[in-house]
């Protein structure tokens, strides 16, 4: 249950809000990759992260730690992505069958 009476938990958004302007740069649904955190090693869907959408930059922080994941940010028609949070990103691919082709 969110606390609204806290100014940060009313302004939080899970991490699908991320999902659409990642998908602009990833051809793929990003909300099932996985991505552990530099600053406490836990691993997490992208889905379960907590992202802070309301600045010039969409700020998507670690579910068990807080801390920042990844930052993606548009500017100047281009698409700005910082993974430093992520000690890594794992982004599942879609199956082509030979039907698709």
């Not at 100014?7 to 909300?31: H, Q, Y």
């Not at 099932?32 to 090693?41: E, F, L, P, Q, V």
């Amino acid at each position: 249950m969110t606390d609204t009476t806290d100014p940060v938990s009313a302004r939080r958004l899970d991490g699908n809000a991320a999902g659409g302007p990642l998908a602009a740069l990833f051809a793929v649904d990003v909300t099932a990759a996985r991505s552990r955190c530099a600053a406490c090693g836990s691993t997490s869907a992208l889905g379960e992260h907590l992202v802070y959408a309301d600045a010039p930059a969409m700020v998507v922080r670690c579910p068990t730690c807080t801390e920042v994941v990844l930052r993606v940010a548009s500017r100047e028609g281009r698409m700005l992505l910082d993974l430093s949070g992520a000690a890594l990103l794992t982004v599942p691919m879609p199956v082509v069958s030979d039907d698709d082709t």
